[in-house]
């Protein structure tokens, strides 16, 4: 077997390594949702939340805004995440109004955005403006807030421009202007089986050329 032949073969099984031990990917999964709640149209606001990360990091992928029934939005959104001290704006988006931003679990529209890792046992706020569309602050059936997070408090700051929400109001559990799509871990993630597949093939492919090369020097 010469050199070049045996790197290539080395380096098509490690490849083949690395996607075998990688760890799966995951679905990305919103951080919260609701069946119903009392809503309101109360505009020049950020709306939203201060929440914790659980024993492991999240990665975003996307940012949302509240749709009421999920019919469209009058004005567009901007919708950020901040450190906890709401100093550092570490990404945002703006959901356009209307429908063209994709509607999730029928309460949200989506952007996508670069991936952001948020950090195990951190603490983060989330805000959007409120616009010229109704946003829920109280009495919410259905309620699910993904285990992988806690959802400390609600936050608000008057302004018709997006800014860092400060302001707590202990008698609502939360503001829910915008909301984030996200997946366990830092965002690596897995090639479909077919990819795997194709990676055996190829790799025993080439053992086998080596190999019937020896045979025939021989």
């Given at each position: ?7 290539k ?10 996607l ?6 995951q679905?990305?999964q ?6 119903s709640?009392?809503?309101?149209a ?6 939203g939340?201060k929440?914790?990360?659980g024993?492991?990091d999240?990665t975003?992928s ?10 469209g939005?009058?004005?567009a959104h901007?919708?950020g995440?901040?450190d906890?001290t709401?100093?550092?704006l ?8 209307g ?6 679990g029928?309460?949200f529209?989506y952007n996508?955005i670069?991936?952001l890792?948020l950090t ?8 959007a403006?409120t616009?010229?569309?109704e946003?829920?602050y109280?009495?919410y ?10 959802i ?10 997006l ?8 008698a609502?559990p ?13 965002g ?11 990676l055996f ?7 086998g050329?080596v ?5 025939i020097?021989k």
């Amino acid at each position: 077997m010469n050199l070049t032949k045996l790197m290539k073969v080395g380096a098509g099984l490690v490849a083949l390594s690395a996607l075998l031990f990688a760890t799966p990917s995951q679905a990305a999964q919103p951080a919260f949702n609701f069946t119903s709640a009392t809503t309101q149209a109360l505009s020049n606001f950020t709306v939203g939340y201060k929440f914790t990360i659980g024993s492991s990091d999240i990665t975003l992928s996307q940012l949302g805004v509240f749709d009421k029934d999920g019919d469209g939005l009058l004005s567009a959104h901007d919708v950020g995440i901040w450190d906890s001290t709401g100093t550092t704006l570490l990404t945002s988006t703006t959901i356009a109004s209307g429908t063209g931003a994709t509607l999730s679990g029928g309460n949200f529209r989506y952007n996508n955005i670069a991936n952001l890792t948020l950090t195990a046992n951190t603490s983060y706020l989330i805000g959007a403006t409120t616009g010229s569309d109704e946003w829920a602050y109280d009495n919410y059936t259905g309620l699910s807030i993904d285990p992988a997070l806690t959802i400390d408090e609600n936050r608000y700051s008057a302004g018709a421009t997006l800014i860092a929400p400060g302001t707590n109001n202990p008698a609502f559990p939360l503001f829910s202007g915008g909301n984030f799509m996200f997946s366990l871990g830092s965002g690596s993630s897995v090639p479909e089986p077919g990819t795997i597949a194709l990676l055996f093939a190829s790799g025993f492919s080439s053992l086998g050329v080596v190999a019937r090369n020896r045979r025939i020097r021989k």
